[in-house]
């Protein structure tokens, strides 16, 4: 998932008038303003699941992609759906689980959202101390210990 889709993806969202954040690896480059690394999807955290999931789903679709919900619920996404273009082109829409204190308690907060820049644009993330929180509650792959790492460090390599 390179740039240039990314921000495909976030203008679709936009003019829809989907409330939603950049999150997960492209969410950290986007804090950081630069790409750091190569992402196979796209993460976006969708605000209001149940109003705008759908509807992020119908324009994304028209766009190409494919969606398939996601059984397993993550910690702090209750309901996800995966969207794929069949060209290497994935994103996946996350809710957010008002059901997890941690989440429940960082909504609102100044750490949970802030803007970005992906490919000189501005993009709506989530803030270092959401990301922090996204990258939680699971086993860490190389890549989740690299972002980690460059949230910790500030964007230092």
Known sequence: MDAENVLHAVRLLEEEGVRFWVAGGWG?????????????????????FSRDGPRACVVLESSGYLSTPIRDPGLWMKRRT?????????????????????????????????????????????GVDAQVLFHTGFRKRLRDQHDLSLLVAGGSP
């Open 28 to 48: 950290v480059d986007a804090l950081l303003g630069r790409q750091t690394r190569q992402h196979e999807d796209l993460d976006i955290v969708i605000d209001d």
């Open 82 to 126: 995966l969207l794929d273009d069949g060209r290497g082109h994935r994103i996946e829409l996350l809710s957010i689980n008002s059901d997890n204190r941690a989440a429940r308690d960082m909504m609102g907060t100044p750490g949970f959202s802030c803007v970005g820049w992906i490919g000189g644009r501005q993009v709506p993330c989530l």
